[in-house]
């Protein structure tokens, strides 16, 4: 008797789950659906999302070149669709943005050999703010370079292995670069990074 008590109580806590469910889906489905339609105006009336898109037609053009403003909403298959900005289709009065006018600054490029317990550059200097990349070539032995202040860390590799690291020299002062395979380091396979203001 108790066993067919709880399965009438399981099956009860299922569909209440499953109406749930179901209640939530189909208000959330008319929620999305009346979002689209009416766009609060800043006076707190809703009103049709086509009397406020602005579609680029100002009080000083009108969307005909006559000066005039219409206060319709537009009607069609164009009504409410604002085409953003763009290179083909700037803002009126403004210039197309390329992402050549962001200026980055140039990767300073040093080429470093690793041999067995030394780098062939024991010094670089970069200025802050730099874009640093260092190649390594492994020639001989088994290698990697790693700057810890900077993040900066090669692939292990070895004889003949050419790897590479990129990084943002943002801090001043002078960093030790170092190999970190076995005890290379105490092994005096050590160079400096030199970052000035």
């Known amino acids: ?41 800043p006076t707190g009336e809703n009103s049709p999302a086509t009397d406020i898109i602005d579609k680029g037609q100002g009080p000083d053009t009108g969307g005909d070149g006559s000066g005039s403003e219409s ?43 690793a041999k067995n317990f030394s780098f062939s550059l024991a010094e670089i200097r970069v200025r802050k703010g730099s874009r640093v990349k260092i190649n390594l070539n492994v020639a001989e032995g088994f290698h990697d370079l790693v700057l810890d202040e900077f993040n900066a860390r090669t692939m292990r590799g070895g004889e003949g292995t050419h790897t590479s690291v990129e990084f943002v020299a943002d801090k001043a002062g002078t960093f030790e670069y170092y190999c970190s395979v076995g005890n290379h380091r105490q092994m005096g396979m050590v160079g400096k990074l030199i970052v000035e203001e």
């Open 1 to 41: 008797m108790t066993t067919l008590k709880n399965k009438n109580g399981f099956s009860a806590l299922i569909g209440i789950v499953i109406a749930a469910i179901v209640l939530l889906g189909a208000a959330g489905f008319y929620f999305m659906g009346r979002g689209s339609e009416e766009v609060p105006s």
């Open 71 to 113: 206060a319709e909403p537009q009607e069609g298959a164009d009504a409410g669709i604002v085409n953003p900005p763009t290179a083909a289709n700037p803002t009126p009065g403004s210039r197309p943005v390329s992402i050549t006018d962001v200026e980055e600054p140039p990767v300073e490029t040093f080429h470093v050999t």
